[in-house]
């Protein structure tokens, strides 16, 4: 079974500074894919940055990087010139091929940014 | 832009009513998901589909049943809702071929059982 571990319920950043929010996660599958998303207090998830299982580079959007470490097999998020709209809950989910499209959710971790 | 819109952002039902929850997306994504979002507790899969007329059920699936009858639509459904049932509810559709591109997520229904 397909597990996803966020072991950050919080975070805080400086603005303008880099920050980190950890993802493992554990699966079988060979192939797979993982993904980040952000939901503001608003409440809508939105997707940031996905990361196949056989990619070699590490998947980058703008600010948002991924840290992908197959053999430690863990997801990182890394935000760069963090910015006061990024506070808001980010989650890492995971996707087998064999689970015909179905998202695996961590908890989640609150990231604030202070100004 | 794909949308997928929630028929309600805030519900109020009293314990043992039968409720309804609707998705409409409008990019003809094959697959549609009903996820319960609750603290603590991350998002938990209770219904997915992949097709018209097809469904599955995920890790929560008690209490709940759905329908898709047509592609764009995939209701939720309680049956006789519970307090426990209290929750945020996240709609999401995706393609069913394009795994890169994560789900596309309705803004929430935030249903009280009272």
Known sequence: AQKITQTQPGMFVQEKEAVTLDCTYDTSDPSYGLFWYKQPSSGEMIFLIYQGSYDQQNATEGRYSLNFQKARKSANLVISASQLGDSAMYFCAMREIVTAGKSTFGDGTTLTVKP | ?114
């Open chain 2, 1 to 114: 832009d794909v949308k997928v819109t929630q028929s309600s952002r805030y519900l109020v039902k009293r314990t043992g009513e039968k409720v309804f929850l609707e998705c409409v997306q409008d990019m003809d994504h094959e697959n549609m998901f009903w996820y319960r979002q609750d603290p603590g507790l991350g998002l938990r899969l209770i219904y997915f589909s992949y097709d018209v007329k097809m469904k599955e059920k995920g890790d929560i699936p008690e209490g709940y049943s759905v329908s898709r009858e047509k592609k764009e639509r995939f209701s939720l459904i309680l049956e006789s809702a519970s307090t426990n049932q209290t929750s945020m509810y996240l709609c999401a559709s995706s393609l069913g071929a394009d795994r890169g591109r994560g789900y596309t997520f309705g803004s929430g229904t935030r249903l009280t059982v009272v």
